[in-house]
Each structure stands twice: as C-alpha cells, then as structure tokens.
C-alpha cells in the first residue's frame, strides 16, 4: 500500500512548487558559489519546466545520462576544493536541480524536499543572522506544506489549509526547539566558531603601519566591534581601543616586536570597567580591549605590552568579557623596552633633526618637550585629511615641513620620531578611537571608520602615558566619529558633530539601530551561545547542578514532555473548537423555526431543502443555493475555504416571512 502511494504520479502543481521552493532554497547560496554553477542550477529548472512541464513525461534519461557527468565536472573544475562549504553546497546545489529533471513520483518529491531541507540547513554555515533565520523558517514552512499536500491521497489540494497546519506544526515544534537549544550540553565554544572553510573577504587591522594605511581603513563603514559596558562606558575621549605595539622603523614602515612572549597581568590604580567585547570576523588575531586591559581570559594571551590576542585568527563573530582600567600600575623600568623606544631608522633629515633639537631646547624637561611637540603640531598649519598627499623618499620629512596633510598614522609616527630624536622612548599604539553609543541598546558600536594611531612615551616615575598628537591639530577627532563622506587629496577631514536631525532620518537611524541590536542579542543569545552562558542561564533557573550527560537527559525527557504537551493542547483545541460550517447550518435551522416551521433532529439535507422550500415557495431559490453550498462543504472531498465565508454570509442574510 505504501509503496503504490510513493509510485503514485505527482500532481502539476506539486512539481511547480517543488521547484520554486527549492529555487527559494539555492538562492542565498548564490552569493558565495560560482556564477556559472548557480546559473547552470536555474538553468535545470528552467529546463524542466519549459520542455517538460507535466510530471508524467520528466527528461529523458540519455538527456541525464549526459547531464549528470557535465555537472560532476563543473563543479569539480569551478569549485574550490580547499573551501569544503563552498565545493559540498555546490554539488548539493546542482543535485537538487538534476533531481528536478526526472522528477516523476511521489517517492521523487520525497528525496527532493529532503535536499532542499538540506540546502536550507547548509545557509547556517555562510550566515547566522537572524533574517535569514526566518528565511529559512518560511521556506521549510513550504517544504513541510509538499509533505502535507503529498500524503493526501488526492490531487485537488486545497492549499490554504495545507499552509495553514504547515505553518502550524512548524509553530508547535519552538517550544521543543527552544527547550533543546537550552538544555542541550554545549561545546566549549558556539558552534559556528568550527573553522570550516577559508575566509576571503575578511577585513581587519594588520600588525604594522606604513604612511596612509589607516586611513585607507577609515573610510570604511563596517563594524570592527560592539562593546556592552556592565555599567555607564567611559567618556569619549577615554575610550582608546588598544591593539598593537609598534617599534621597529626603518623610516617608512613600522612593525611589532614579534618576539615578545611572556604573559601579564596588570594592576588597576582607577575604577576597572567590566565589559563584554564582539568582536566581528576581521581574519587577523588582534582583539581591541578598551585601554588598558588588566588580565587574559581563557584562550587569550596578554603579554607585556598590553596587546591581547587569541591563539588563532577571529575567522567568526565571538564575545568576550574583560576588565580594563583607564590607570595601571606599570611594572619597573624595562631597559630592552626602553632601548627599543630609542630605535631610530638609518637615514633621518638634517631638518628633522635639527626641530627635535629645537624642541629639546635648554634644560626642559621630557613633560617640557612633549608640550612644545604638540605646540608645533597645533600651531603649525597641519591638516587632518582622509585623503593625503603622497609621500616618497623620506615621509617624516616630507610630512613635518612639505605636504602637513597627514592622517593619525601621520601624527602618530612623525611625533614618536622626533621623541626618540629628543632622548624620550616613545612607541606607535594602533587600534581604535570612540565609538558610538546605539540608544536603543545600550552598547557601543565601534567601526572601521574609527581606527586610530598614538603614541606612548616612557616618563620615569609614571611608565608609559598615551600622548595623542591627532588631538593637537583636531580635537574634535578624540570627540566625534568622522563624517562618512568622499575627501578630495588634502581635504580636512569631517566630523559628526551630532547635530538633531530631522525626523525621517532620526527615524531611519533608529531603524538602523535597532537592527544592530538585534545582530548583537542573537549573537549572544543564540549564535554565541556556549557552554559558560548555558550555565550562567541554568543557574538563575536553578538548573545548575545539571551537567554533561545530565543536561542531555533533561533535554531529552524535557523535549518528550514538551512535544507531548503541545500535541495535547493542540487535540484539546481542535476537539472544542466549533465548527463554522455547523454553527452557520444551525442558524440557518433557527431562523426557519422562528416562521413556524418545525424540523425533526433526524431531518437529513436534502430532506431539509425540499421541506423548507415548500415552507417558503418565495425563498426557495435561496434556500436551494445554501442547502447546495453545505452539504459541498459538508459532504464535499476538498472543502474550499472562499465557500465556507460565501456559506455563512448568505445565511446571515436569509429572511423567511
């Protein structure tokens, strides 16, 4: 019996549909697998439906014959085979389409909402926001509406009804969902942090410098990170995201001391800040605590200059929490350290020289000739530009007494120069600046856009102190985000002075931020959700003492209990919920017994019509029409759902005198 339902032919509706959904399905995969692959894919479906539109007649099988080696070979030759995600999701992609072309039975239909379940499964891998949650949600809503309808052993389908109990098997199965989500034990980290392909396209901050790096950088309007503060962030002008620590120059490039291994701890002499940072993909291994940040946590190492990274590179979103201080307590005097700070490049200008001698002067001291540094920097006509001159032979040069357009970097490396020149260490500090507080989250959103240099000098008695030389020739960089707008070469740069605006775009904006809330809920409700979060959550629901095979069988017995209870309230509901069709023919019986009419319970439909018309000859064509109409919806084999509403507004309007 159940093998001459699954060899049954498939209905022309159900094959269209197949095709669309599973269309739907490849379609967000179309970004990340090759052009000719996905094209090849619409180009099955098209096939199909244009030479062989009808289930009983699919391609023939010389044609598949054919077909079947030509996509083994493009994919093979087009896909790339160090990208596991990308090469698996091509061939699935084209299966699916192949599929489609011999699609003839029932059992047909089966194997191919399978693979499109399948496909929508794969979108996990490139993707875990939560619109394409929901895509994925709607398109399996579909998919389980082809089962529905191929189980019904006829081929008329009334399809609303069909999404309506898709759509509502679906609904039932987020509470088991969600109670195995929670309960079920978790890996160390979330699962998407599993490293399953290659990561072209990441963009990040790298670990050295030249002239017009960063600011290159800058103008790019993507998140680096989100910070969420336990308590009030700190002003705008704290807010330093340190990064890495540059020392060596050769003039033009500056580089980290990569051979710097040793672990550290810092001691805080402020009021730490208590924060969790998201970080986004960026492909490198840099994270951007807030400045500076006091001790690692696990799988982070924290070395003596303060620059915190993990093992490996960030390919994913992932959350940390971490404790900074505006003031710490630097350990004693570090001579290689210092050596390093004093390291200068070969060939230096007699001009550079001679401003650092200048700047040195008579008997100041090292605070003494910071101030005068930054003094010449704002005093001088410099100029804070995204778009600089080039720079050619010698940049500190060139820079300090030619072009004076220059972007942090500029500042940052030129200042360090002539500090070192002066007898004062000093390093390059690069990372972030500012920030932007989202108001509807509460957290700060940290772009591209706000990548910054500095500097640090070593001043005995305090350590190393941030000396900001940017600050010096634009203040209201240290103050505001700058203005995502195009720069002519030399043009000062913009900021976002946060001036009211009006209220279409004040709505837009809050728009905007509330999806960037949502991305950062979803991560740490759902996409980061790992094994600490499990157990902070367990134990404000007093489940703490659940762990390891514990947790899997609450999981189990919880998701048996749950799927149990929601079939019984669903039976419940469905056992009293009333019927419209009765309840409109039991008006229709009241109103005739209100003229006088007396109908016995036993009076069947078509006893009914004859009775009622020889009661009210005037009304008998109406009374023929909703007779006809109930026993259709009553009796009928697919009740249409336009029927049932056409039913019981003829009723209401029924009047016998």
């Not at 034990?185 to 790096?213: K, Q």
């Not at 200068?344 to 090292?366: E, F, V």
Request: glycine share 6%; charged share 20%.
């Amino acid at each position: 019996m159940i093998d001459m339902l699954l060899q049954k032919p498939l209905s022309r509706p159900l094959l269209w549909l197949s095709g669309l959904l599973l269309l739907l399905a490849a379609i967000p995969h179309f970004g990340h697998i090759n052009l000719l692959i996905s094209g090849s894919f619409t180009g099955l479906i098209i096939l199909r439906f244009l030479f062989w539109p009808t289930p009983d007649k699919p391609a023939p099988g010389w044609l598949l014959l054919i077909l079947l080696p030509a996509a083994l070979a493009l994919v093979f030759y087009l896909a790339n085979w160090t990208e596991g995600r990308q090469f698996g999701v091509a061939l699935l992609v084209l299966m699916a389409g192949m599929k489609l072309l011999e699609m003839k039975t029932r059992r047909d239909l089966y194997i191919a909402v399978f693979m499109g379940y399948f496909i929508l499964v794969t979108l996990f891998l490139f993707y875990q926001d939560p619109l394409i949650t929901l895509y994925v949600f709607l398109v399996s809503t579909g998919l389980t509406g082809l089962l529905i309808a191929t189980n019904l052993a006829e081929d008329a389908l009334p399809w609303q009804l069909i999404l309506k109990r898709s759509a509502t098997m679906m609904l039932g199965s987020i509470p088991v969902m969600i109670l195995l989500f929670v309960l079920f034990p978790r890996l160390d980290g979330p699962l998407w942090s599993l490293n399953l392909g290659g990561n072209s396209g990441l963009t990040g901050m790298s670990d050295n410098i030249h002239m017009g790096s960063i600011s290159n950088l800058s103008q790019s309007r993507e998140i680096a990170f989100r910070v969420r503060f336990r308590n009030d962030p700190p002003p705008a002008a704290q807010r330093y995201w340190r990064g890495m620590v540059l020392w060596y120059s050769d003039g033009r490039n500056w580089e980290r001391d990569k051979t710097e291994k040793r672990i550290a701890r810092f001691v805080p002499q402020s009021q730490p800040y208590d924060y969790e940072i998201t970080m986004e993909a960026s492909g490198q291994p840099w994270l951007f605590p807030l400045d500076h940040v006091l001790a690692a946590p696990q799988r982070l190492i924290l070395n003596t200059y303060g620059e915190l990274y993990s093992s490996r590179d960030i390919d994913t979103r992932h959350t940390y929490r971490l404790d900074s201080s505006l003031q710490i307590r630097y350990p004693a005097r570090n001579n290689r350290q210092l050596r390093m700070g004093l390291q200068l490049p070969r060939d230096i200008s007699p001009r550079t020289r001679q401003l650092a001698q200048k700047l040195r002067g008579q008997g100041r001291s090292d605070e003494q000739v910071i101030r005068a540094a930054l003094q010449f920097f704002h005093e001088q006509p410099f100029v804070y530009t995204l778009q600089p001159p080039l720079l050619y032979n010698d940049p500190v040069d060139e820079f300090l007494f030619d072009t004076r357009k220059g972007f942090c970097e500029h500042y940052a490396t030129s200042f360090v120069t002539l500090m070192r020149l002066a007898g004062i260490p000093a390093r390059v500090i690069i990372g972030y600046q500012g920030g932007e507080l989202n108001p509807i989250g509460g957290h700060l959103v940290v772009r591209q856009s706000d990548a910054h240099a500095w500097a640090e000098v070593w001043l005995e008695k305090r350590g190393w102190v941030r000396v900001d030389p940017t600050a010096a020739v634009a203040p209201d960089r240290i103050e505001h985000s700058i203005a995502p707008t195009p720069y002519s070469v030399g043009a000062p740069a913009r900021f976002n002075l946060r001036n009211p605006p009006a209220f279409l775009s004040r709505l837009v904006r809050n728009l905007k931020w509330m999806g960037d809330n949502l991305q950062l809920n979803w991560h740490y409700w759902v996409v980061g959700f790992n094994s600490d979060r499990q157990q902070s959550l367990l134990q404000k629901m007093g489940l703490s003492r659940l762990r390891g095979y514990q947790l899997g069988i609450a999981a189990a017995m919880g998701a048996i209990l749950t799927g149990s209870l929601v079939f019984l309230l669903g039976m419940r509901h469905r056992r009293h919920r009333q019927d419209p069709v009765r309840q409109a023919y039991t008006l229709f019986q009241r109103k005739l017994e209100k003229t006088g009419l007396n109908i016995d319970p036993a009076t069947g439909p078509q006893d009914l019509l004859n009775i009622a018309s020889a009661h009210c000859p005037e009304k008998s064509a109406d009374i023929q029409v909703i007779m006809q109409q109930y026993m259709a919806l009553r009796y009928g084999r697919h009740p249409r759902k336009d029927l049932i509403s056409a039913f019981r507004k003829r009723v209401r309007k029924f009047r016998c005198s």
